[in-house]
């Protein structure tokens, strides 16, 4: 398999386009992407390789794409009628108004006037016009803003500075640390070790927690221009209406039905009628001949009111209304960033009523999602995180660890494990170590062995570095099993720098403690789960920590299955899930850890209300 085949298959399988980044450099591939139109509301799956696009990285397209200019905005100044037109006539109402108006225009059909449905149907469309107008110049101001940002793009072996708009499909380009991008774009290299870029998607989810990207291995090594210039390669990887939308177009339909019904029921008595009666004195002459199709066409129009004419307009005023209410409530607003609550379209306004439960956890929500490491119990001894004022040397921990309390190998390699075990990015600004985490927790826990002596100093691509003890050392990294909501868990396998293998594996007690040699019956077991029971009740996040010590021949067996199960391609989370559970086995405990969350600020009392499923 060349080159071109496997970094095909790579991006396919991992699915790894990722907008919005905002941490580290990175070296990307902007994609195009179809706007295939949905049935369903959001995420899906890829499409098959062989419904995938061509894609030819530092060559000419062979067919043209679309240019990489954002748009949110609905209309343009020449589509803005047929387009306007379209999304209202989609409306089963507004067809049937259209209808009724046309019908009127018929000499002799209409009982009513030419005037009486076409003028209202004007004034609907005229107040739904001005509506979208005002609402899409908003989105072309902001479409604007974003488009005239700057990026830095390799072009002929040179890097030149452009605007976003003028981003080709296929160009290589440049995003540094904190910079927004608006394009789907793939990653080739990044400048830090492994290949690894974190980014955040909150304009996309609202997640703040930073989400790693790795490059593929293949392209990793492209880290200066002239490896840039000189790849080459190829990769294969609608209008939002509201339920009350819907709800309201199968009304309509249903009322439309009736209608048609009543018509022919009117017509078809009518018919008889005519037939059984010839009263002269009447003047039915030209009833009777009229026919039974002309017939029905006026109790169509006679019977219109049926479905009320005002209701789009209404729903239309309400609505805008509803948006501007929304932007001024001074309770949706937010004083430190001044920031009001905004309705980005007011069509879907209405789903908030549609709300009946709110199911909400603590992170983020109640909590300010900015995490403090407090204790820890290593060796069935609870340490405290130093204070402010606390120097190390005053803790019970460095007092342990410097008289060789029978515990003090646990705490080292608890400490050790800490620094270790984890995929943060340490940034070097002046001299201060700044550090870049997927979650606040990993970073809350690598401050907190940092504050207990145990520095995590450096990332390299191959191996992190720890400052302890006035010494430093060097694990090399061998496999990092990641963590995720199944397996509840998170390991990583080092070889120490005495030569040994080893598997560091934090997480919840449920799943971590079933994997202990001698389970639940294991040292410290018992008094840790007490412990951890304490933590709890203060409201403190934790997790549990057991380390595993690994031969070479198993390891190297074990390497091979995971391998083979990291490159499958069906099922390949649950072959990497069972290789992990081969080796995530006979841990040892050394202890827990008690993080911090810490409330938000409420001015209020807020009530949820749950329901059990």
């Known amino acids: 398999m060349d080159i071109r085949d496997r970094i095909v298959r790579f991006f396919h399988e991992r699915n790894v386009m990722a907008p919005f980044s905002r941490f580290y450099r990175a070296m990307v591939l902007k994609m195009n992407q179809h706007e295939d139109e949905a049935t369903t509301s ?4 890829g499409a098959p390789l062989e419904q995938n696009r061509i894609i030819f990285i530092n060559r000419p397209q062979p067919i043209k794409f679309i240019n990489n200019r954002i748009s949110t905005a609905k209309y343009s100044v020449p589509s803005f009628i047929p387009l306007f037109l379209f999304e209202q006539f989609r409306r089963y109402s507004n067809c049937f108004f259209l209808l009724i108006a046309l019908l009127q225009q018929i000499p002799d059909v209409s009982p009513t006037g030419r005037w009486t449905t076409l003028t209202p149907l004007i004034l609907i469309l005229s107040v739904s016009a001005i509506k979208e107008i005002v609402e899409d110049f908003k989105r072309h101001r902001a479409d604007d803003e974003t488009n005239r940002r700057s990026v830095d793009i390799l072009r002929e072996g040179r890097w030149s500075t452009i605007s976003w708009e003028q ?72 209008l ?20 048609l019904t009543l018509s022919l029921l009117s017509a078809g008595f009518n018919e008889l009628w005519m037939r059984a009666h010839s009263d002269w004195y009447i003047g039915l002459e030209e009833a009777q001949n009229a026919n039974f199709g002309f017939n029905f066409l006026t109790f169509l129009i006679l019977y219109n009111n049926l479905i009320p004419i005002s209701l789009q307009v209404t729903a239309e005023i309400v609505r805008f209304f509803q948006a501007k209410f929304i932007a001024m409530d001074v309770e949706m607003y937010h004083v430190a960033t001044d920031t009001p609550a905004m309705a980005r379209t007011s069509n879907l306004n209405e789903e908030l009523g549609m709300v009946k439960y709110v199911f909400s956890d603590k992170t983020g929500t109640l909590t300010c999602n900015v995490m403090e490491f407090r204790k820890c119990t290593i060796g069935e001894i609870i340490y405290s995180a130093p204070g402010p004022n606390e120097k190390l040397e005053d803790t019970l921990l460095y007092q342990n660890l410097q008289r060789n309390h029978p515990t003090a190998g646990v705490i080292r390699e608890f400490l050790t494990m800490l620094a270790v ?24 826990l690598v401050l907190g062995a940092a504050a207990l002596g145990y520095e995590f100093d450096q990332r390299t691509p191959r191996a992190v570095r720890v400052r302890a003890a006035g010494r430093s050392e060097e694990f090399a990294v061998l496999n990092v099993l990641d963590f995720t909501s199944a397996r509840k868990r998170m390991s990583v396998i080092v070889r120490t720098p005495s030569g040994e293998i080893k598997l560091y594996c934090k997480g919840a007690d449920s799943v971590i403690y079933p994997r202990l040699a001698g389970g639940a019956h294991a040292q410290y077991a018992d008094t840790t789960l007490s412990h951890l029971e304490l933590f ?20 190297q067996d074990w390497a091979n299955t995971y391998h083979k199960a990291s490159i499958a391609i069906q099922d390949r989370e649950q ?39």
């Open 421 to 444: 075990c984890h995929t943060v990015i340490p940034e070097r600004v002046g001299d201060q170590l700044n550090y870049h985490a997927a979650s606040p927790d990993e970073r809350a």
């Open 42 to 45: 959001g995420l899906t799956d």
């Open 167 to 238: 981003l080709l499909v296929g160009d290589v380009c440049k995003v540094v640390n904190n910079q927004f991008f608006p394009a789907d774009i793939v990653m080739l290299a990044s400048s830090e070790p492994q290949g690894i870029s974190f980014i955040e998607t909150s304009n996309l989810d609202g997640e703040t927690n930073l989400k790693i990207r790795m490059a593929h291995p293949d392209t990793a090594r492209l880290d200066n221009t002239q490896a840039l210039a000189d790849f080459t390669a190829t990769l294969q990887s609608p």
């Open 575 to 613: 072959k990497i899930e069972e290789a992990a559970m081969l080796i995530e086995n006979n841990l040892r405990l050394l202890g827990a850890t008690a993080i911090e969350d810490k409330l938000q600020v409420c001015t209020g009392l807020c009530f949820y209300k749950f329901e059990l499923m």
């Open 536 to 555: 709890a009740c203060d409201g403190l996040r934790t997790l549990v920590f057991a380390v595993a010590d690994i031969s070479e021949q198993f390891y």
């Open 240 to 259: 939002k209406r509201s339920s009350i939308d819907r709800q309201t177009n199968t009304h309509i339909l249903m009322l439309f039905l009736i209608l």
